[in-house]
């Protein structure tokens, strides 16, 4: 159980970090959708691709991190730090997946823009996914 939620997990971030990686070198395909919009239609925010290099960068980080934390990549850190990690992940996305309340996650109120369909419909229950298999992950190992 412990392997399939490492690989799975680890392959998520791992994409999601080549994603980033296509957009901070220019790429845009599906960018226009991965931007929280306001209710006129503006970008909420205006990433810059050394943001999207950032994300890559820990993304990738947070994928060799679950394998760290499995017996798929054996190496040897502090059982303090591989907890405390699991949790700042936890944390993280399920934080991702309730959302600020406006803009982002289950509970947003601007529903209309193409990024709140499918937030609603992919983002957020992927993120719930990660939270589910970082629990997995942490309980039972």
């Not at 040897?76 to 700042?88: D, E, I």
């Not at 990024?115 to 990660?130: E, M, N, Q």
């Amino acid at each position: 159980m412990i392997t399939g939620a490492a690989i799975i997990l680890s392959f998520i971030f791992f994409s999601l970090s080549a994603l980033h990686i296509y957009w901070g070198l220019g790429g845009r395909r599906g960018l226009a959708a991965t931007v929280p919009r306001k209710a006129n239609g503006a970008k909420r925010i205006n990433p810059s691709a050394f943001d999207c290099f950032v994300v890559a960068f820990l993304l990738m980080g947070a994928g060799f991190f679950v394998l760290a934390r499995s017996p798929l990549l054996p190496i040897r850190l502090p059982r303090w730090f591989l907890h405390s990690g699991s949790w700042v992940l936890l944390i993280i996305f399920t934080a991702r997946a309730v959302g600020e309340f406006r803009y982002v996650g289950f509970f947003k109120k601007v529903k209309s823009s193409q990024f709140a369909r499918l937030d609603t419909k992919y983002y957020s229950p992927l993120c719930v996914l990660i939270s589910a298999l970082l629990c997995c992950l942490e309980f039972l190992n």
